[in-house]
């Protein structure tokens, strides 16, 4: 059996029950392996968050297609991501840095230039790090945060009855990407802030700590995969459904317009495209303006309602047209593609 | 300007002095690029201690010539050793894996469980990664720990006077490398020790709590890139000099046998062979005793005194056969061989 027969998801599952632990390796493990970062307890008033993520040359990114400066942005922003849907604050960062030879020295300040910019504008810097020769670029990045005992968002938490709310718009880096790939000008007024999004997207962390200060979400995740997917690991965590509305998906108008010149379905860009790092929110209904309000007040980002938390029994749907569609797990999948 | 031009430790010192970092990045950066880890305040008893290191096939390690299961105890205790160095206690790892997708899923178990079973001989156990396709095998490991507040071993701390102690013997790993490059039998009695050493080295976590516990070290290094290079890492953090004893360097009997049959030199070997992943340590020479003594009845592991500390402007020198010679870091560089 090889890795591609049973892709990226079934590897997890596989190794995340490979090995039994030692009671004593599982001291101060809040939350491990399932969640968008670890949680640990290091006994302060704070929980350290920790959270890896790797980016491969020709498979997350090509050198013709984006420079270094926002390729560093962009690594950085992947993994802030991830301590905003924890409601956490990013803190430290280390960097593992594998370079053909031949690179120019130029391109690999650029990266780190962009990667310490980006983590600088949310409070976080590179404390250690580690370089080595490879034929393909590799940029890994370990990311540290913190959040305050009792603030943390989980994916765990979702009950039946709870909105699901999701910040800013879906699908515009699908839409920045098929524009790229189509050869459309990416200095096209439309076309320009999907590129932008695809390339630097913003990660949420402020609106993450606005949401945990509230105290009222019942679980969290950002949308990396794409929202059917990354909605799918909250229903799985929660043991919960999903009904989604595709009338209510924010979808921008940029990202219908240039999905109507590809010939490509904007809600499907929105369920699947992946890669929008914005987070999906699941609370109590009444919660819900307040979460809005707080969000918008931070930050300025929208908080949109586009369904709700359902019975595990009751499956997960999105109505479209009338019409009841599974909402099925399409997502990126790194060994399927 | 290339990379293979200025090298790795060129490179390292463009980045680390490249993007000014916003204060309050620094907020809790007890040390940051520099040292085997950073350490870091996180408001509890313990300093925080994080590295990472990421192993690249055919840079690192080669799929032929060694086995998941051991590339997996590898690459974990080239992270303990880091953390060991410190003084500290491995506690928690997050582990990016790239793979070509036609890899067996039973090679990733394998590794997953050598890498597992490694640090949980440390008390250390995974709590998160990432994984992804590649065209060439990626290991990239994140490995956190803890040490009490003052018990942290640094690489700065060295002074004029202080001895120059080593755990274990030098040179075996790179002995077994070349063992194995010459195509010698690996079930030799005289070579399996050495391709031990050299394919799973033992992290001296033990040895360096035992260091720290007393309280008497003024700094500390593992020995990776070899004793050469590594001092002068310690000589550069503490602006001092060194004067190493040829004659002293513990060599073991198997490592002057395989280095005869191959011609090779087996102080270099100590010097500059890299991967012994032995502790260096310097203390005052009235406790070299005491430390000794320590690490003996913390793990039954030796420390040998192989030279002393100088003042910078004296330099840093090997004695052999009565001459003077220049210690030069002469230990690996990724991006200059």
Not at 38 to 55: F, H, N, R, S
Not at 115 to 120: D, I, T
């Amino acid at each position: 059996m090889r890795v591609r027969d049973i892709g990226e998801f079934g590897l997890i599952e596989r190794i995340a029950t490979l090995v039994p632990r030692p009671p004593e390796a599982d001291r101060g493990v809040v939350l491990g392996i399932g969640d968008d970062t670890a949680a640990l307890d290091v006994g302060g008033p704070y929980l350290l968050l920790a959270t890896i993520d790797i980016q491969v040359e020709g498979r997350h990114f090509r050198r013709e297609r984006i420079d270094p400066l926002r390729l560093g942005r962009r690594t950085a922003a992947i993994n802030l991501s991830d301590i905003g849907a924890m409601g956490g604050a990013p803190r430290w960062a280390l960097v593992s840095l594998a370079l053909p030879p031949d690179l120019a020295v130029a391109w690999v300040e650029d990266l780190y230039r962009g990667l310490a910019a980006e983590l600088g504008r949310f409070g976080a810097a590179v404390v250690g790090g580690n370089l080595s020769s490879s034929e393909q670029i590799v940029v890994d990045l370990a990311l540290l945060g913190e959040v305050e005992r009792g603030r943390l968002l989980r994916r765990d938490g979702a009950r039946p009855g709870d909105v699901i709310l999701v910040t800013g718009t879906l699908g515009a880096s699908a839409a920045g990407r098929f524009a790229l790939e189509a050869g459309l000008d990416p200095a096209d007024p439309q076309v320009a802030p999907l590129v932008e999004a695809h390339l630097t997207p913003t990660p949420r962390v402020a609106e993450g700590q606005a949401v945990a200060a509230t105290g009222r979400a019942t679980a969290a995740i950002d949308l990396s995969d794409g929202l059917s997917s990354d909605l799918g690991h909250v229903c799985d965590a929660s043991n919960v459904g999903a009904l989604v509305d595709a009338a209510r998906l924010p979808i921008g108008a940029e990202t219908r317009a240039v999905a109507a010149r590809l010939g490509l379905d904007p809600v499907a860009l929105a369920l699947a495209g992946g890669e929008d790092y914005e987070l999906l929110i699941t609370a109590p209904s009444a919660a819900a303006p307040e979460l809005a309000a707080a969000v918008r007040t931070a930050t300025g980002v929208s908080l949109t309602t586009i369904g709700e938390v359902t019975p595990a029994a009751a499956g997960r749907w999105l109505v479209r047209d009338g019409a009841r569609l599974p909402l099925a797990a399409t997502g990126w999948d790194h060994f399927r593609r």
